[in-house]
């Protein structure tokens, strides 16, 4: 199958950016849109950005619209989510996910483990 790995996460300062970057294993050439997700402490996992899978056309959570870019390399098999200006509402574990070839009715069937940003002041 396919197999999914965020990095890039950690402590970062408000104001700053941050690249995060999903990097893809296994059978790649499944892999259709792909999204990041992510979950602050406390709070239901939520939507953050989406992307085709030739990185044609892209969706974003209206409140992070201007802030955040998502882009994928399907050359390197990887997925990035540019962050800027980022502040305390931004903390969260980050979720790389994937819609392969498998996917039934889930929009994504495929999730990593999560990278935790931490956004201080």
């Known amino acids: 199958q396919v197999q999914l790995v965020e990095s890039g996460g950690g402590f970062v300062q408000a104001g700053t950016s941050r690249r995060l970057t999903c990097t893809a294993s296994?059978?790649?050439?499944?892999?259709?849109?792909m999204a990041w997700f992510r979950q602050a402490p406390g709070k239901e996992r939520e939507f953050v950005a989406t992307i085709t899978r030739t990185g044609g056309d892209t969706a974003y959570l209206d409140s992070l619209k201007g802030r955040f870019t998502i882009s994928r390399d399907n050359a390197r098999n990887e997925m990035y989510l540019q962050m800027t200006r980022l502040n305390a509402e931004d903390t969260a574990v980050y979720y790389c996910?994937?819609?392969?070839?498998?996917?039934?009715?889930?929009?994504?069937?495929?999730w990593g483990q999560g990278t935790q940003v931490t956004v201080s002041s």
């Open positions: 296994g059978r790649t050439f499944t892999i259709q849109n």
């Open positions: 996910a994937a819609r392969t070839a498998f996917a039934t009715r889930e929009p994504y069937d495929t």
